[in-house]
Antibody, heavy 127, light 113 residues
C-alpha cells in the first residue's frame, strides 16, 4: 500500500524555523510531483506548495512565498518543507500529498491532484 | 485566483437519505488539454483528507458507488445516494485547472439528522 509519513512538526516561536519531512514508500517516488497542504485548527484546507518529480519546478502559495522552500531527495524517497520566518498564522496540521501531475508543454503541469495523503504533522507557532 | 464556493456549508441528513453538495467556481475549470480538474475530498473526523472523485466524475479506487460527481464549466455537484453513518465528515471541492494556486471550497459538514 502506498504510504506517506510526515515528521518534524512541533512548537516554535514566531520568527523561528522548522523543517518538515515526508517519507514515501511503495511507489516510484521520482515519477510523481508532491505537494504540501495545510489545515489551521478548525479551518479548511489550504494548498501550500508543490514540486515536480524531477524537482526542477516548484510552486508556492502567496502566503508562504519567500519564507518556505519545498525540496525533495529522490534517492531517499523523501519530501521536505523548510519553513523560515514562521508566523502565528502558519499554525496548522501540514499534510504531504502525492500529486499525479503530467507535463503539458512549456511551464504547464496538469493533473488530478492529491490522490494519496499522509497523516499530517502539527506545527504550532506561538510565543 | 479561482474562488470555489460550496453550498450548503452544513448538511444534516437522515440515514438512508440522499445528500447533494454544490460547488461553483469563479471561472470555467476546463483546461486547455480538454480536461476539467475538479476533485472532491472527504475528511472524516480526526482523519486526513481522502480523495473521492477526480476530473468531475471519476471515483477513486475503493470509493463506494453511492458517491457520484457531476457538472461542467463552473457548476459541480457531489451526490451521496443513500447516506451511511461512515459518511459523516467534511467534504471539499478543489480545482487544479488554473494554478498556482490550487484552491479549495470552504467545506461542507455532513452530519446525521
Amino acid at each position: 500500500e502506498v504510504q506517506l509519513v510526515e515528521s518534524g512538526g512541533g512548537l516554535v516561536q514566531p520568527g523561528g524555523s522548522l523543517r518538515l519531512s515526508c517519507a514515501a514508500s511503495r511507489f516510484t517516488f521520482s515519477n510523481y510531483a508532491m505537494s504540501w497542504v495545510r489545515q489551521a485548527p478548525g479551518k479548511g484546507l489550504e494548498w501550500v506548495s508543490s514540486i515536480t518529480g524531477s524537482g526542477n519546478h516548484t510552486y508556492y502559495a502567496d502566503s508562504v512565498k519567500g519564507r518556505f522552500t519545498i525540496s525533495r531527495d529522490n534517492s531517499e524517497n523523501t519530501l521536505y518543507l523548510q519553513m523560515n520566518s514562521l508566523r502565528v498564522e502558519d499554525t496548522a496540521v501540514y499534510y504531504c500529498a502525492k500529486d499525479p501531475l503530467a507535463f503539458c508543454g512549456g511551464d504547464c503541469y496538469a493533473g488530478s491532484a492529491f490522490d494519496i495523503w499522509g497523516q499530517g504533522t502539527m506545527v504550532t507557532v506561538s510565543s | 485566483d479561482v474562488v470555489m464556493t460550496q453550498s450548503p456549508l452544513s448538511l444534516p441528513v437522515a440515514l438512508g437519505q440522499p445528500a447533494s453538495i454544490s460547488c461553483r467556481s469563479s471561472q470555467s475549470l476546463v483546461h486547455s488539454d480538454g480536461n476539467t480538474y475538479l476533485n472532491w475530498f472527504q475528511q472524516r473526523p480526526g482523519q486526513s483528507p481522502r480523495r473521492l472523485i477526480y476530473k468531475v466524475s471519476n471515483r477513486d479506487s475503493g470509493v463506494p458507488d453511492r458517491f457520484s460527481g457531476s457538472g461542467s464549466g463552473t457548476d459541480f455537484t457531489l451526490k451521496i445516494s443513500r447516506v451511511e453513518a461512515e459518511d459523516v465528515g467534511v467534504y471539499y471541492c478543489m480545482q487544479g485547472t488554473h494554478w498556482p494556486p490550487r484552491t479549495f471550497g470552504q467545506g461542507t459538514k455532513v452530519e446525521i439528522k
